[in-house]
């Protein structure tokens, strides 16, 4: 058995504990941008809604629109679920894992609800929402009996 395991604090030189969280500067710098893309959303969505707009096209154009319609859609989900993690304060971490997404990523993406490696293995998946992990084995066989 060895004793005395050394653990090196490396290059982590944080005054506090845990990772760090946003300050209410760089969460109402998020949420403005947040609105803002709700707000284009909204109004993409409106337009795109509009009646008669007869494009040389015809249904081409609704094709268009529909498919536009349908990204705008999702958008507008990823933006106010967004909005939902601000209210209740769990804004900026990986709905996922729980990881701390980090500034940097949030500046790119204020809607991001997934850390790097989720929304890559989401991606891999290619399903949406998280999944059930089985892994498949050998049935585990109960040879117990109560008596
Ligand atoms: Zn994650």
């Keep these: 058995m060895a004793t005395g395991t050394m653990w090196t604090p490396t290059t982590w030189t944080s005054e506090s504990t845990g ?6 500067t ?3 710098q998020l949420r403005m941008m947040l609105d803002e893309q709700r707000g284009f959303r909204l109004e993409q969505l409106a337009a795109l809604r509009r009646p008669g707009t007869p494009g040389p096209l015809g249904s081409a154009d609704d094709e268009i629109s529909a498919s536009l319609a349908t990204g705008a859609h999702a958008a507008l989900g990823d933006i106010e679920a967004a909005l939902r993690r601000m209210v209740r304060g769990t804004y900026g971490r990986c709905t996922e894992c729980g990881t701390a997404l980090g500034l940097e990523r949030l500046e790119i993406l204020p809607q991001a609800a997934l850390c790097m490696p989720c929304q890559r293995r989401d991606a891999a998946d290619g399903q949406p929402g998280g999944g059930t992990g089985s892994v498949g084995g ?3 066989r109960d040879t117990r009996t109560g008596g």
């Design 19 to 24: 990772p760090r969280t946003l300050t209410a």
């Design 26 to 28: 760089e969460l109402a």
């Design 138 to 140: 050998a049935p585990v």
